[in-house]
């Protein structure tokens, strides 16, 4: 069964603090692993990852992924309160196996306390 | 950028009544967009996926008659819940395909059934 596995699923820090938050997969035909940062509604696009290795870097943001392992992380670096939200992981699997579908993981609740 | 619409973004209805939801993405064509649904604290959960022009394809567990999808046109999908009850009561978001790989959320809607 295809799933997704982030870790942890809630976190509570103050600000200035720097967290990792983790995604790890076991899928066919894996294509992409996508990040998402949710607030009170839908979810915001932050990073695609589709080669191994790659750092992606958005502001305090960064995010590497690492096909051997199946995993993935998201850093944030110097955190504030504006980062408090639900940071989720979605995978998706090669077009012709299921559409192209984002498999979610349930999410890791981020608390930055000021 | 890609933007997709959905609407009403809050309803609350009586218990037996039907609600419908409608996602439209403005500014380019979506053959498929997906239905999700969110409770508390948890992740997105996959209801169905809509392709232009045929039936949806709904996931396990969920009652295509009591979620009726019509995906008419190249930017319209619309989900409509089927004599609601209190335990409808969700957060209910709609993807658009763009491209092969490229998600864009609607804003989501919060339903409450009383």
């Known amino acids: 069964e295809d799933k997704v596995v982030q870790s942890p699923l809630s976190l509570v820090v103050h600000e200035g603090d720097t967290v990792t938050l983790n995604c790890s997969y076991e899928?066919?035909?894996?294509?992409?692993l996508l990040w998402y940062k949710q607030e009170k509604k839908a979810p915001t696009f932050l990073f695609m990852l589709?080669?191994?290795?790659i750092e992606k870097k958005s502001g305090r943001l960064s995010s590497i992924l690492d096909k051997k392992e199946l995993f993935s992380i998201l850093n944030i670096t110097a955190t504030q309160t504006g980062d408090s939200a639900i940071y989720l992981c979605?995978?998706?699997?090669?077009?012709?196996?299921?559409?192209?579908?984002?498999?979610f993981g349930k999410g890791t609740k981020l608390s930055v306390k000021p | 950028g890609a933007v997709v619409s959905q609407h009403p973004s809050r309803v609350i209805c009586k218990s037996g009544t039907s609600v419908k939801i409608e996602c439209r993405s403005l500014?380019?064509?979506?053959?498929?967009m997906f239905w999700y649904r969110q409770f508390p604290k948890q992740s997105l959960m996959l209801m169905a996926t809509?392709?232009?022009?045929?039936?949806?394809?709904?996931e396990q567990g969920v009652e295509k008659d009591k979620f009726l999808i019509n995906h008419a046109s190249l930017t319209l999908s619309t989900l409509t819940v089927t004599s609601a009850h209190p335990e409808d009561s969700s957060f209910y978001i709609c993807?658009?395909?763009?491209?092969?790989?490229?998600?864009?959320f609607g804003s989501g809607t919060r339903l409450t059934v009383v």
């Open positions: 500014d380019f064509q979506a053959t498929t």
């Open positions: 993807s658009a395909r763009r491209g092969r790989y490229g998600y864009t």
């Open positions: 979605a995978v998706i699997m090669n077009y012709g196996g299921s559409q192209g579908n984002l498999i």
């Open positions: 589709t080669s191994s290795g």
């Open positions: 899928v066919t035909n894996f294509r992409s």
């Open positions: 809509s392709n232009e022009g045929s039936k949806a394809t709904y």
